[in-house]
C-alpha cells in the first residue's frame, strides 16, 4: 500500500478486503475475542502471537484506521487514543518517569501546556518552555542531564507559528533524544514532520482528521528511526525488561520500528485506558478518506479570507503564515509549501468591544470551541476561554483583547467573506 501516492492513500491505506469482505472498514462492536484453546489465548498474552482478545489492547478497527494515519505520516507504527490530550500524554510519559525533563516549544495548545505545566509536573515530569523562534544556542541551554525529550507544534495553535523543525530535531539529537510533533494543524497533507527529523508524530484527529466535528480521537506515530538502544540509560522503560510484562525488552522484541508503539499500547493502555471506540474510528476513517481535497479547499479559503482581511480598514492585523511579510512566511515556505491550514487569526480595531461586536454580526460563521472543521467556526478567546481576564493579563498570556481566531471551512469562500463584510460593516 505504502507505494500509493498520498491522494490514494487517504482512501485505501490501511484495509484491504479480501473476496467477498466488507467495501468499507467493518465496525468491530466487540470487547472481546474468542478463542478455542488456553494455549492460543496464552501466546497473546505473552506477545508470542500477534491477536485480538481486548478491545482495551487491541481492535481490528481502530488497527486499521491507525495502519491508515501510519502510512501518511510516512512512520513505522500507529495506535489511535480516545483524544489528542491522550495521544500528547502517552507520547511523553512512554519515555519519561518521575525526576526526568522536557524542553517544549511555548507556543502549543492551551490544553498541552496545562498538561504539560501543571498536571504532569505533579507526576514529577519538569518541562522547560522555550521561545521557537530562539536561536540554536538558547534552545541547547534549555536542555539538563535528564532531559528525556523535545515538544513542538509543526503550526502552534492558536500562535499559527511555524516550528523550525529541522533546529528542533537537531538539538533533540544533539542530546540523544527524541523530537515529538503535534502535527494537527498541518496534517501530513500539508507537512510530513518525519521527513525533517521528527522521530514521533502526534494527532488530535478531532481536527482536520476527522474534520466534521463528529468525534474527540487522538493518534501517536513512531518514525521507527531514533535509536533508543544508544542510550539505554535514558529509556530504560524500552532498553531493559519490563517487570510488569514477562520481563519483555521492547527494542530487542519489536526492533526499533515497533519498541515504542508497543510499549505505550500494552503497557500505557493497558493501564490508563484511554481507547476510542470503534464506531469513532470509522467516523475518523469517513474524514480521512477526503483529507486531501478538505485541506487543499481549507487552505485556498483561508488564504482569500487573510487577503481580504488585510485590505480592510476596521482590521488592525492578521496572522497568517501564507500571507506575504508574515513573520512565518519563510518557514512557511519551507515548511508547508502547499498551504499551512484553515485557520486565521486576526485584531479587529477598536480591542475587546469591536472584536465582540464583530462576532455578534456573524451568520454563516457559528461560535464555537472548535476549530478545523469542515464548518467555519470562530472564537474570540478574550470573552471566551479567556473572559476572566483583564487586558494586561491577556497581553502576559499571548491573547490580544481584539484577537478573533477564525477556523475558515469548506464552503464557498465568497460567502464566508460576505458574512465577514457585513460583520463587520457594524463595527
Ligand atoms: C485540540 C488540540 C489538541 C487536543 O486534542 P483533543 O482531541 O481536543 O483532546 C492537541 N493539540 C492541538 C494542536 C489541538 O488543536
Redesign the pocket.
Known amino acids: 500500500m505504502s507505494d500509493y501516492r498520498m491522494n490514494t492513500n487517504c482512501i485505501h491505506a490501511g484495509y484491504r478486503p479480501g473476496n467477498g469482505e466488507p467495501r468499507n472498514i467493518p465496525i468491530v462492536q466487540s470487547t472481546t475475542f474468542r478463542y478455542a484453546t488456553s494455549e492460543a489465548m496464552g501466546a497473546l498474552f505473552d506477545l508470542e502471537a500477534s491477536g485480538y482478545f481486548y478491545t482495551r489492547l487491541q481492535n481490528p478497527t481502530n488497527d486499521a484506521v491507525a495502519a491508515k494515519i501510519c502510512t501518511l505520516e510516512g512512520g513505522s507504527a500507529a495506535m489511535l487514543t480516545s483524544?489528542?490530550?491522550?495521544a500528547?500524554f502517552y507520547s511523553v510519559f512512554n519515555i519519561c518517569s518521575c525526576g526526568d525533563h522536557v524542553v517544549s516549544s511555548s507556543t502549543?495548545?492551551g490544553?498541552?501546556y496545562n498538561l504539560f505545566a501543571v498536571t504532569m509536573k505533579r507526576m514529577g515530569i519538569e518541562f522547560t518552555f522555550v521561545d521557537p523562534d530562539c536561536t540554536a544556542e538558547e534552545l541547547s541551554a534549555a536542555f539538563r542531564p535528564n532531559t528525556r525529550a523535545v515538544f513542538g507544534?509543526t503550526i502552534a495553535?492558536p500562535a499559527l507559528a511555524v516550528l523550525d523543525i529541522e533546529k528542533f530535531a537537531k538539538a533533540a539529537h544533539d542530546h540523544g533524544v527524541p523530537l515529538i510533533i503535534?502535527n494537527?494543524?498541518a496534517t501530513p497533507i500539508n507537512c510530513r514532520p518525519f521527513e525533517w527529523g521528527a522521530d514521533i508524530v502526534i494527532h488530535?484527529?478531532?481536527?482536520y482528521m476527522d474534520g466534521h466535528a463528529n468525534a474527540?480521537?487522538?493518534a501517536i506515530v513512531d518514525s521507527g528511526r531514533f535509536d533508543w538502544t544508544k542510550y539505554p540509560d535514558k529509556f530504560p522503560g524500552l532498553c531493559t525488561p519490563d517487570e510488569s510484562y514477562h520481563g519483555v525488552t521492547y527494542t530487542e522484541r519489536f526492533g526499533l520500528e515497533g519498541a515504542y508503539i508497543t510499549k505505550a499500547t500494552v503497557q500505557l493502555m493497558r493501564d490508563f485506558g484511554a481507547i476510542p471506540s470503534p464506531q469513532n474510528c470509522y467516523y475518523l476513517n469517513i474524514g480521512l478518506e477526503t483529507l486531501h481535497l478538505r485541506v487543499a479547499r481549507h487552505c485556498e479559503n483561508a488564504m482569500k479570507v487573510a487577503k481580504y482581511l488585510q485590505s480592510h480598514e476596521k482590521v488592525a492585523w492578521v496572522k497568517y503564515a501564507g500571507l506575504p511579510g508574515d513573520k512565518y512566511y519563510e518557514l512557511g515556505r519551507k515548511y508547508l509549501p502547499n498551504g499551512s491550514c484553515g485557520v486565521v487569526s486576526f485584531g479587529v480595531k477598536g480591542g475587546r468591544k469591536a472584536a465582540e461586536r464583530f462576532m455578534a454580526g456573524l451568520e454563516l460563521a457559528s461560535i464555537a470551541t472548535h476549530?478545523?472543521d469542515a464548518k467555519t467556526c470562530v472564537l474570540h478567546p478574550a470573552s471566551a476561554t479567556h473572559r476572566q481576564m483583564n487586558d494586561a493579563e491577556l497581553a502576559a498570556a499571548g491573547v490580544a483583547p481584539d484577537l478573533v481566531r477564525f477556523s475558515v471551512g469548506i464552503e464557498d469562500a465568497a460567502d464566508i467573506i460576505a458574512d465577514i463584510e457585513k460583520a463587520l460593516a457594524d463595527v
Do not use: C, L, P
Not at 483524544?83 to 491522550?86: F, I, P, R, T
Not at 488530535?204 to 481536527?207: F, I, L, N
Open positions: 483524544s489528542g490530550q491522550a500528547s502549543i495548545y490544553g498541552t507544534e495553535n503535534d494537527t494543524f488530535s484527529t478531532t481536527k474527540v480521537g487522538g476549530v478545523a
